[in-house]
C-alpha cells in the first residue's frame, strides 16, 4: 500500500521529464500565473501518454483564505488502478519555500481519504527564468485568446 501510495504521489507531483533526476529529490514545478489572480474553481487537465502508459491530471483551485491556497490534483489512467486525488494547501505564494501549514490528504477511488505521512515531499514550485524564455505562442480555446 506505501509503494502505490508513493507511486501514485510521484505521478501528481513531478513531470515525467523531471522524475530522471536525483530518486527522492522533490523537483520544482514551474509557476507562471499569480495563484492569486485564478478563480476558485478553476481547473486545468493534461493528459501524458508514454509507451502503454497514459496518465491523466486535473488541477483544481478549490480554496483560498488570506494565509493559503488550496489544490486538488485528481489522477487517472494506466497503470493506476483506481483514481488518486491529493489535497495540498499551499502558502499564497507557493514559490515562497514557506511549509504548508496542513498535511496533504490523499484519496484512493472510493476509499476514505487519508493524511499523507510527513516525510512524503511536498510539490514545489518555482518562476521560471525569463532569460531562459525561447519564444511567446498565442493559442485559442473556447474561452479566448491566450
Do not use: C
Amino acid at each position: 500500500m506505501r509503494r502505490f501510495l508513493f507511486l501514485a504521489l510521484a505521478a501528481l507531483g513531478i513531470p515525467l521529464p523531471v522524475r530522471a533526476q536525483a530518486p527522492g529529490t522533490p523537483a520544482s514545478m514551474p509557476l507562471v500565473t499569480d495563484l492569486r489572480k485564478i478563480d476558485v474553481g478553476a481547473w486545468a487537465e493534461y493528459t501524458v501518454r508514454v509507451g502503454g502508459l497514459s496518465l491523466s491530471s486535473r488541477w483544481a483551485l478549490v480554496g483560498r483564505d488570506a494565509k493559503s491556497t488550496t489544490i486538488e490534483m485528481t489522477t487517472k489512467g494506466k497503470p493506476i488502478t483506481k483514481p488518486v486525488v491529493l489535497r495540498v494547501v499551499l502558502p499564497v505564494d507557493p514559490t515562497s519555500g514557506e511549509k504548508p501549514t496542513k498535511p496533504m490528504v490523499v484519496q484512493l477511488g472510493n476509499d476514505p481519504p487519508m493524511l499523507v505521512p510527513k516525510e512524503m515531499p511536498v510539490p514545489k514550485f518555482q518562476r521560471p527564468n525569463p532569460e531562459h524564455l525561447v519564444g511567446s505562442e498565442e493559442i485559442t480555446v473556447a474561452a479566448g485568446t491566450f
